[in-house]
Each structure stands twice: as C-alpha cells, then as structure tokens.
C-alpha cells in the first residue's frame, strides 16, 4: 500500500496474458481528408485492467478513445469493446460502458440529483436500483447534502467525482476517462485515483488518457502515444527500464536555457527540464560532468549540483518522443 492506503501499480497482479480480452485493436486508424489522426494503432486492454494513454496534445488520443466508445467511426482497421465490433455495434456498445471526458459531460443548469436523474434515464437504471445507485454516487462524490446545488455552483473537485459517478451509474464493466483530471489540484487528483481503485477492486477495466506522469505511474500498463502511433507498450516500471544511457539531474540557472543550448551537442542524447532542474541523458558520465560546467558558462548559465539521477517516465516519454520526430506543435 501506498501512503494514501491504495494498492500500488506495482502490488497489482499482471493483467496481459493471463485474463479475457476487454478492448482488442487492429491496425486501428483514423483519417480526417489527408491527415492521419490515427496511425494503425494496435493493442489489447485485460479484464480488470488500468490501462493508460499518455501523449502530448494531438498525439491522437481522444479520437482512437472516441472511435471505442462508439461516437467516431474507424477509417481503416478494427476494434472490439467487451466483444463488440466498433463499426458495426456502435450504440450497443454505448451501452455496456461508462464514458468520462475532460469536460465531465454534465449539465450545469441541473441540480446534482437531476444530473444523476439524467443519465439514471439514459441507461435505463430504475427503481429501486435507481435509488441505491443515486445514494452511492452521493455519497462517493460526497455530496449528499448537497443535492439540490446547481452543478455549476460545484467546485471542480465535486463535479469531476459526480462526473464519475454519473458515468458508472449503470455499473458498467469497462470505463473509458480521456483526461479527467485536466485542470483539477493535485488533492483532487490523488482522490479520484482512489477511487477508480476502488472500481478496478470489484473488476472495472479502465481505459484513461493522461498527461500528467504521476497518474500515468499508476496504471498496469501504459501506451505512449505521438503523432497517432503507439511508440512504446509495457509497464511503468519496465518502460523506465528501457532507458540505457544515464542522466545527469544538474542544476543551473536557467534551465530552460541551458536545455536549450545543449541541443545536438556532441556527448548529449537529450536535454530537457524536469521540474526546476534540467535532466541531461548522456554517452559517458564523466565527461558530461567536465563538459557542462565550462560550457554553459560560456552562455552564461551557472551550474551547481550534478547527480546521476534513475530515469523516470517523463525522461522515456521525451526521449521516444523525439526519437520520433517530435510532438505535434499547434
């Protein structure tokens, strides 16, 4: 267990292989005129699995997560989501999962209650099921005694858990969450990842888009995404292991500068910021440690401490990245 008392990617057991198909793609791929939004993606999601997207923006993300969910159709290959085809079994799917974007899908105009009301209506939750399945996401979203609140009035940490709420309020056994947590504080964020344990803990597969490098630490498996491809496939802990050549963790300055001076210079894979500090992937660590110094001074760039430093996911997701061609500017 982690600090905040969940379950660790790394304490979950390894889905691929070893349970049924919840998501299978084929060469999937996505054109809008002469532009490739998706690029012969391939991959399989397991029952009970977080599996996680992460790209920069127009990576193609959202639109392989729209043409599962039903609301885009395949230009080219295919796609099954709980054993339904993607072209042909759109609206039945819609119906067999839960769907969250970053906009959070609800009504600002609509009491809390009406909300849940709404999508109780569109997925044919009634009854008495209705009423214990509108307590659950009242008290889950912490809103029980705010029902009657205009959810427009809701601070953002409160609409993202009803959002949620809402989306699985037919208990539906695989949710899709592109970007959910676009926006919202770091509490907040840590907070809805607790719950999505909690789903996953009573065999919920989620599929989610991130960006942030911390939420992509905490699914099973993750694809990295750029310019519609999936450039790398595998686990946290085994995608940071991929990463050969050692950093250098210095500190400077001006590090945003200095990652940019260092550029295409002889000895130096890749320079770029991480946090406050500048991460330098290099060929050999002792002469990047005699290099540095004089050569960011001559730019009048200071440096301090340098330290061999692990690779993180964000050191592998820059790396691939630009290893291949770059993120999409614009």
């Keep these: 267990?982690?600090?905040?008392?969940?379950?660790?990617?790394?304490?979950?057991?390894?889905?691929?292989?070893?349970?049924?198909?919840?998501?299978?793609?084929?060469?999937?791929?996505?054109?809008?005129?002469?532009?490739?939004?998706v690029d012969r993606v391939t991959f399989r999601?397991?029952?009970?699995?977080?599996?996680?997207?992460?790209?920069?923006n127009g990576a193609?993300?959202?639109t392989t997560i729209k043409m599962l969910t039903g609301l885009l159709a395949p230009s080219a290959g295919d796609g099954r989501v709980a054993?339904?085809?993607?072209?042909?079994?759109?609206?039945?799917?819609?119906?067999?999962?839960?769907?969250m974007s970053q906009l959070f899908s609800l009504y600002g105009d609509?009491?809390?209650?009406?909300?849940?009301?709404?999508?109780?209506?569109?997925y044919e939750v009634q009854g008495a099921r209705y009423n214990a399945r509108r307590d659950w996401v009242l008290e889950m979203a912490g809103l029980t005694t705010h029902r009657n609140m205009m959810t427009a009035q809701l601070p953002l940490g409160w609409k993202q858990r009803l959002?949620?709420?809402?989306?699985?309020?037919?208990?539906?056994?695989?949710?899709?969450?592109d970007e959910p947590t676009s926006g919202v504080d770091p509490i907040s964020r840590r907070a809805f990842w607790e719950l999505i344990y909690q789903l996953t803990a009573n065999g919920t597969t989620v599929f989610v888009s991130t960006h942030y490098m911390e939420e992509a630490e905490y699914c099973d498996r993750l694809a990295l995404m750029n310019r519609?491809?999936?450039?790398?496939?595998?686990?946290?802990?085994?995608?940071?292991?991929?990463?050969?050549?050692?950093?250098?963790?210095?500190?400077?300055?001006?590090?945003?500068?200095?990652?940019?001076?260092?550029q295409h210079q002889s000895g130096i894979v890749e320079a770029a910021m991480f946090g406050r500090a500048l991460h330098v992937v290099v060929h050999d660590v002792e002469a990047a440690?005699?290099?540095?110094?004089?050569?960011?001074?001559?730019?009048?760039?200071?440096?301090?401490?340098?330290?061999?430093?692990?690779?993180?996911?964000?050191?592998?997701?820059?790396?691939?990245?630009?290893?291949?061609?770059?993120?999409?500017?614009?």
């Design 60 to 62: 193609g993300k959202t």
């Design 110 to 122: 609509l009491t809390v209650e009406e909300n849940i009301a709404f999508f109780a209506g569109l």
């Design 1 to 37: 267990m982690n600090a905040a008392g969940t379950r660790s990617p790394s304490q979950r057991p390894a889905m691929e292989g070893t349970a049924r198909p919840a998501v299978e793609v084929s060469a999937l791929t996505r054109t809008f005129s002469d532009f490739v939004a």
């Design 83 to 99: 054993s339904l085809d993607v072209r042909t079994e759109s609206e039945e799917i819609k119906q067999r999962i839960g769907y």
């Design 45 to 56: 999601v397991a029952e009970g699995e977080i599996f996680g997207f992460l790209g920069p």
């Design 163 to 177: 959002a949620l709420g809402c989306a699985v309020l037919h208990e539906p056994p695989i949710l899709f969450l």
């Design 228 to 262: 519609g491809r999936v450039i790398a496939l595998d686990r946290p802990a085994d995608l940071r292991a991929q990463m050969a050549e050692p950093i250098l963790e210095v500190e400077t300055s001006d590090a945003s500068a200095a990652a940019q001076a260092l």
């Design 289 to 330: 440690r005699a290099f540095l110094p004089a050569f960011l001074a001559a730019r009048g760039i200071t440096t301090g401490a340098m330290q061999l430093v692990r690779s993180s996911l964000e050191d592998v997701f820059v790396s691939l990245v630009r290893r291949e061609g770059g993120a999409v500017l614009g």
